[in-house]
């Protein structure tokens, strides 16, 4: 059965050394096609929560439930297989840039790897390299920017073609103009998916179905960004201060 990409999130407590709890009590719910941000101080537990979706940790007590199903019920590799990780650290490998769009999909096709990199906004940088889509990159695409490795890392999401969408933004900065193709390409990608995004960038939140803000592995404050500027309270801090 195809996975749709609703997420909840019950009671959930976790910490990763025994007695030190990192997230508490969160409760969530997410829908497909969804944009749920999380917002909140360094150390506050934002990137543990999607480790927890991920199952690279497992929960302590609560449950997560993924198109009602306990996630801890699902096979990891297929879990995985049903979400992308976009911008952060993006782990490039020595091979083609086609080869490193493809990834995982073994299968994909080299109209589908265009097409992605069309969507992503990618295309275009690398149809300007003298060696196109065949262009080798070295393990860490050292030889490719901040920003187009961003990039590529958005074509790889979008040929995976995932249910659930991790976004946790890079906090190394990139030229405006590519800032620009950056966040298109990932408007185009979020469409249709259930988005989870780590943001630095408070405009990159602004338009989420929910924002949650973290603090000390609490949710304190969540509601859309006109709701939580209307509360005066972390938030707005957060936008104003
Ligand atoms: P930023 O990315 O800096 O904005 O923080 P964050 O909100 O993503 O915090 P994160 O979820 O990474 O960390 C929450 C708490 O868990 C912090 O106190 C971390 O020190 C701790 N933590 C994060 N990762 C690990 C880990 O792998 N092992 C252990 N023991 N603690 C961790
Ligand atoms: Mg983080």
Do not use: C, W
Not at 50 to 64: A, H, P, Q, V
Not at 102 to 122: H, P, Q, S, V
Not at 148 to 161: F, G, H, M, T
């Amino acid at each position: 059965i195809p996975l749709r990409g609703y997420i909840t999130f019950k009671d959930v407590n976790f910490g990763y050394d025994e007695g030190k709890r990192v997230l508490k009590n969160i409760n969530l719910y997410a829908k497909p096609g969804q944009k749920i941000a999380f917002v909140g101080s360094t150390g506050a537990g934002k990137t543990t929560v999607t480790n927890l979706i991920n199952r690279f940790y497992e929960i302590n007590d609560g449950t997560i439930l993924f198109d009602g199903i306990d996630i801890r019920r699902i096979n990891k590799h297929d879990l995985r297989s049903t979400m992308s990780i976009v911008l952060q650290d993006v782990h490039l490998f020595e091979g083609t840039i086609k080869d490193n769009i493809r990834y995982g999909r073994l299968d994909a096709t080299d109209e589908e790897i265009i097409e992605a990199a069309k969507l992503a906004n990618a295309h275009y940088f690398i149809k300007n390299l003298p060696n196109g889509y065949d262009t080798m990159l070295t393990a860490d695409g050292m030889n490719l920017s901040q920003g187009e490795r961003q990039l590529l890392s958005i074509a790889r999401a979008a040929v995976a073609d995932p249910t659930i969408l991790i976004l946790d933004e890079a906090t190394s900065s990139v030229d405006t103009r590519t800032e620009k193709l950056i966040v298109e390409g990932m408007d185009k990608l979020m469409e249709g998916r259930t988005t989870f995004v780590i943001a630095h960038r408070l405009s990159t939140v602004r338009d989420s179905d929910a924002i949650m803000v973290l603090e000390h592995g609490e949710i304190i404050e969540r509601g859309d960004h006109e709701e939580l500027m209307n509360l005066k309270g972390r938030y707005y801090e957060l936008n104003t201060g």
